[in-house]
């Protein structure tokens, strides 16, 4: 059988968003100059800026979506899948979002849901754990107001804390997925967040639950069963060898971590793990195309490269394009808030334009040369830290951190000319973003988070090393 993933080619797309994130207004035409300011004012006039009421000019490709033919079963997939992990919530407070309340806005998910179907996505993915144990049920209320033939819904055993490890607890949360999903099969079942030897016999052998959902494949209650890694690069290989036959996998890919190891980051050497799940014909699932992100708003000067090489597209379509590029790729899960989210990665797989060999190497070039040099905390917003049992509020103060460095208000000398207005950039948005008591200084290092982060950050390390360059900047 041939197990390369197809292509099924559309029109080209109209234009892409143009970046929202990465840079304010005033830098980007500063950047540009004086002769290109009236072009970036009229991009950014159709920009949003992160709402779900924001403006587009572009009009939205609809019947032009690429899908990719699943070898295993022949269902056709959308490359664009929809992440149910950061869906939108109702407005609040800073700091009053509590662990066991629902704050999903059903309503603004029901309208997204809506909206991706109606331009071809038809790939949904949750998990138990995702938006504070909540997402499964929200996917479920939005995904069944349409016919059970327009989706293919993802979800995952996710046991990954010792309560949830045993063989009662584990079915426990794979009976509620059904419930929650309003669903009598499952598309596509995930073994989540896979990291070692010693976590994998402890979840899914020595209680049974890997034998329970091979039996539950035969039954048909499960039709594909695959696994998502986080783990080391030999683990992976051990876990696609031929003593295990899966129907897919999902592996974290994007230009940043193509055949690089970042930091602590065993486990996303992403090009040598395409290149053994495309060897053993296993259809791949993407993760993280962004970082959480983080790629949506990378550093200035990446911008201005991206910026030369396509005035008109978002920086998050240079990595959507990175990723849906790879012929072996069955779909590529975006975690989109907003509707202008949404919109843009339609416009970029609407259909896909595959990099050419020169876009190609500027992102693995010169691209990546800034990014890694401008390292960034490498945290995806994956929430999978939280709650902390002390209040911080991981997620947010990395991503203010990452922000401020990305748009140039990292004040980290004092005889630079911009270390005031850095400084108080710095300051202000941190109190904005995150509530004073939530911020770094109050981890106490306990390193309850730490097991559970699928990037391996060591986060009270890096909470102490935020709270003292903040407190630096406050003398």
């Known amino acids: 059988m041939d197990h390369t993933l197809n292509n099924m080619p559309g029109d080209a797309c109209d234009g892409a968003q143009w970046p929202c994130g990465g840079m304010n207004r005033r830098g980007f035409i500063k950047m540009l100059g004086a002769g290109a300011a009236g072009a ?52 609040r407070m800073r700091g009053e979002s509590l662990p066991d309340v629902n704050d999903i806005d059903q309503e603004a998910v029901n309208e997204l849901v809506d909206y991706a179907i109606a331009h071809g996505v038809n790939v949904f993915d949750t998990a138990p754990v995702y938006c504070k144990g909540f997402s499964e049920k929200s996917t479920g209320e939005a995904l069944s107001r349409h016919p059970r033939d327009k989706y293919f819904v993802a979800t995952k055993m996710s046991n990954m804390r010792p309560p949830a490890r045993s063989r009662e607890a584990s079915i426990q949360i794979y009976n509620k997925s059904f419930e929650d999903l309003q669903v009598d099969y499952i598309d596509y079942y995930f073994i989540h967040n896979v990291g070692s030897p010693a976590n994998f016999k402890e979840r899914f052998l020595d209680n049974g639950i890997l034998e329970f959902l091979m039996k539950e494949k035969e039954a048909g209650r499960i039709r594909n069963l695959g696994w998502s890694f986080h783990g080391d690069g030999e683990f992976f290989e051990y876990l696609m060898s031929d003593k295990y036959k899966w129907d897919f996998v999902m592996i974290q890919l994007n230009y940043l971590d193509w055949g690089n190891v970042v930091g602590q980051r065993t486990n996303v050497n992403a090009q040598r793990q395409y290149e053994i799940a495309t060897k053993s014909n296993t259809p791949i699932w993407i993760m993280e195309p962004v970082l959480g992100g983080g790629l949506a708003m990378p550093h200035y000067k990446a911008l201005e490269r991206m910026t030369q090489a396509d005035p008109e597209a978002s920086a998050a379509s ?44 500027m992102l693995l070039g010169d691209v990546m040369e800034v990014m890694l040099e401008h390292r960034n905390i490498v945290c995806t917003r994956c929430q999978y830290c939280m709650p902390c049992p002390y209040g911080v509020d991981i997620p947010e103060v990395f991503t203010h951190y ?70 630096s900047l406050r003398v």
């Open 40 to 91: 970036a004012a009229a991009a950014l006039g159709g920009c949003g800026q992160g709402g779900a009421g924001s403006p587009r000019t572009r009009e939205v490709p609809m019947g032009k979506m690429t899908y990719r033919t699943d070898p295993m079963n022949g269902n056709k997939l959308s490359l664009l899948g929809y992440g149910m992990m950061r869906l939108p919530r109702v407005a």
């Open 318 to 361: 240079w990595g959507f394009r990175f990723a849906g590029s790879f012929p072996n790729v069955a779909t590529v899960l975006s975690g989109m808030t907003f509707m202008d989210h949404l919109q843009d990665n339609i416009c970029t797989y609407s259909p896909l334009v595959p990099l050419t060999d020169s876009e190609r190497e």
């Open 402 to 471: 990452n922000r401020s460095m990305n748009e140039g208000n990292y004040p980290d000398n004092r005889k630079n000319l911009d270390f005031r207005r850095a400084r108080r950039a710095f300051l202000v948005g941190m109190d904005r973003n995150v509530s004073p008591m939530r911020q770094a200084n109050r981890c106490i290092s306990c390193g309850l988070c730490v097991a559970t982060c699928p990037q391996r950050i060591n986060i009270p390390e890096q909470m102490v090393r935020i709270d003292k360059f903040v407190e």
